[in-house]
């Protein structure tokens, strides 16, 4: 499926807060690079992560559905192999997340299907950061 620029100017601006599941804490991956950026660019980031307990300064969580339901989560950004998409849009489904992103790489043509059902956003293969930098789109809430 295609992605137009409106659709990722639409699901970018609108995002405040970002699960980034699979987060790494070592500077040098790609998820890590990513989850800095946005956060420079003013999103909260949620790192999800069960094997660390903080990243960036952020408490990580071990799944999204054991992120507490007070934190709003505006869009799952997927950093695992395409074969563990299904759970990680499972729980997004079911905490009303109104975007999936899998991430450059990452695609899951059946969670992805799924996902739209259920009126959710669905990017696949596409790098967040590359998008907020090509559109050239403003940082979150003004920050700089």
Same mark, same amino acid.
């Given at each position: 499926?295609?992605?137009?620029?409106?659709?990722?100017?639409?699901?970018?601006?609108?995002?405040?807060?970002?699960?980034?599941?699979?987060?790494?804490?070592?500077?040098? $991956?790609? @998820?890590?690079? #990513?989850?800095?950026?946005?956060?420079?660019?003013?999103? %909260?980031? /949620? &790192?999800?992560?069960?094997?660390?307990?903080?990243?960036?300064?952020?408490?990580?969580?071990?799944?999204?559905?054991?992120?507490?339901?007070?934190?709003?989560?505006?869009?799952?950004?997927?950093? $695992?192999? @395409?074969?563990? #998409?299904?759970?990680?849009?499972?729980?997004?489904?079911? %905490?009303? /997340? &109104?975007?999936?992103?899998?991430?450059?790489?990452?695609?899951?043509?059946?969670?992805?299907?799924?996902?739209?059902?259920?009126?959710?956003?669905?990017?696949?293969?596409?790098?967040?950061?590359?998008?907020?930098?090509?559109?050239?789109?403003?940082?979150?809430?003004?920050?700089?």
């Amino acid at each position: 499926m295609a992605v137009d620029d409106e659709s990722l100017r639409q699901a970018l601006t609108q995002a405040r807060t970002i699960a980034v599941v699979g987060l790494s804490d070592k500077p040098e $991956r790609d @998820s890590n690079a #990513v989850a800095r950026y946005l956060k420079g660019q003013g999103y %909260r980031i /949620v &790192p999800v992560n069960p094997l660390l307990s903080e990243v960036l300064g952020e408490r990580s969580y071990p799944s999204v559905s054991a992120i507490p339901p007070e934190i709003r989560i505006d869009l799952v950004d997927i950093f $695992r192999r @395409s074969e563990e #998409v299904p759970p990680i849009v499972d729980e997004a489904i079911s %905490r009303n /997340v &109104p975007i999936v992103w899998m991430q450059l790489g990452v695609e899951h043509p059946q969670a992805a299907a799924k996902a739209r059902a259920a009126g959710l956003t669905v990017f696949e293969n596409v790098c967040t950061m590359a998008q907020h930098r090509r559109l050239h789109l403003a940082p979150v809430g003004g920050a700089a």
